[in-house]
């Protein structure tokens, strides 16, 4: 409410108590995958909420369940495999019962996502300068000369050299690091309010890597965005969120703010992952390493998932999938075990 607004206009005392909707809000997401052949659980009662201008980073193994999660969000898993159920909400708006059309219209406007592979993600038989101008054109209505003008400022927000110039290029034609960019450019072009960035530097080298990272934490502030990042990355991690999701075998096994989780990991899976980064300080010393490997989702354990490969598994582990705790303020983890480790 503006200070010069009129005293009749301030809402009743319940009303201004009351905590804003988050930008997203999931509760018991569970996602399956359904052929002839076998059910996949993929993604296993995952909740979690995202604030306006926040920066969530999901952490995990591959097929941990990071990607599919992010791609429920705008509902892009297969639609004839996929069965998706729970709370899902983006912006106010309910995402696993909108009809298509809603859906198409939240796809750009609300949230874009950043995919993993730039190479196969663009359009190789369209312009760079067309690929972004048409995303603006199907969302916001403006005139192509308009929509041009967009792009290439666009192109010299996300710092392409010669932005111009790359307007007509194809993106065969430009590097790595450069589509990559291009990208960005295109999930930023509608002004979203979601940011969603699948493993969005895995393909390229370390320079370029420090160079997108810092990029997307910049345009995450300046525009005001809630960004949520999938990576296996803990050094990504650490450059770009405010918050760490742990997951394995599809669940959320561990949360907490960023400095928190990594000064101090709770759960047995989340220290073997940082007890296998490498850093300067292990220069000499052999890498730890977490025994085994994620279980088959085709056939998900009954109690704990990582308990086959857990150093402090007890039998107490084994019959049904321990309850999230919150053994410290802002920290949430789902271990019986959770003094022991620590």
């Known amino acids: 409410m503006p ?29 399956r995958f359904v052929s002839r052949e076998a059910t996949v659980h993929a993604v296993n009662g995952v909740d979690f909420d995202l604030a306006q201008n926040e920066a969530l980073c999901i952490l995990g193994e591959s097929g941990s369940g990071k990607s599919v999660t992010l791609r429920a ?6 639609p004839k495999k996929t069965v998706m159920s729970g709370t899902l909400r983006v912006g106010g708006q309910d995402v696993v019962a909108a009809p298509e059309s809603a859906m198409a219209d939240l796809r750009g406007r609300v949230v874009s996502m950043i995919f993993q592979e730039p190479m196969t993600a663009l359009d190789p038989v369209f312009t760079i300068g067309r690929q972004i101008a048409e995303t603006i054109l199907r969302h916001e209505g403006t ?16 710092q392409i050299p010669s932005a111009r110039r790359r307007l007509a290029a194809y993106p065969h034609e430009l590097s790595g690091g450069l589509r990559q960019r291009a990208m960005i450019a295109i999930a930023l072009s509608c002004r979203p309010k979601l ?6 530097t895995t393909a390229l080298d370390a320079t370029v890597q420090i160079q997108i990272l810092l990029l997307l934490r910049r345009l995450q502030q300046e525009l005001g965005m ?23 075998a599809g669940r959320f096994i561990e949360e907490g ?6 000064r101090g990991p709770l759960h047995p899976y989340a220290r073997g992952l940082m007890g296998a980064t490498v850093h300067a300080g292990l220069r000499g010393q052999r890498l730890t390493t977490i025994p085994g490997a994620p279980p088959d989702l085709r056939d998900p ?10 150093p402090l598994v007890g039998e107490d582990c084994l019959p049904a999938v321990p309850a999230l705790r919150s053994p410290l303020p802002g920290r949430q983890v789902r271990c019986l075990r959770v003094e022991d480790a620590a």
Request: with cysteine; charged share 20%.
């Open 257 to 262: 703010p960023v400095g928190a989780l990594m």
């Open 301 to 310: 354990p009954r109690g704990c998932a990582f308990a086959p490969r857990c």
């Open 143 to 158: 005139s192509r000369a308009e929509a041009d003008r967009r792009a290439l400022e666009l192109l010299e927000l996300v």
């Open 226 to 248: 809630g960004v949520i990042f999938v990576t296996h990355d803990l050094g990504v991690a650490g450059e770009v969120a405010d918050r760490i999701a742990v997951m394995y």
């Open 3 to 31: 200070p010069d607004a009129p005293a009749t206009l301030v809402a009743p005392a319940a009303a201004t108590a009351s905590a804003p909707e988050p930008l997203v809000h999931v509760r018991g997401l569970n996602v």
């Open 73 to 78: 969000l705008m509902r892009l898993n297969p």
């Open 195 to 200: 940011l969603l960035a699948d493993e969005p």
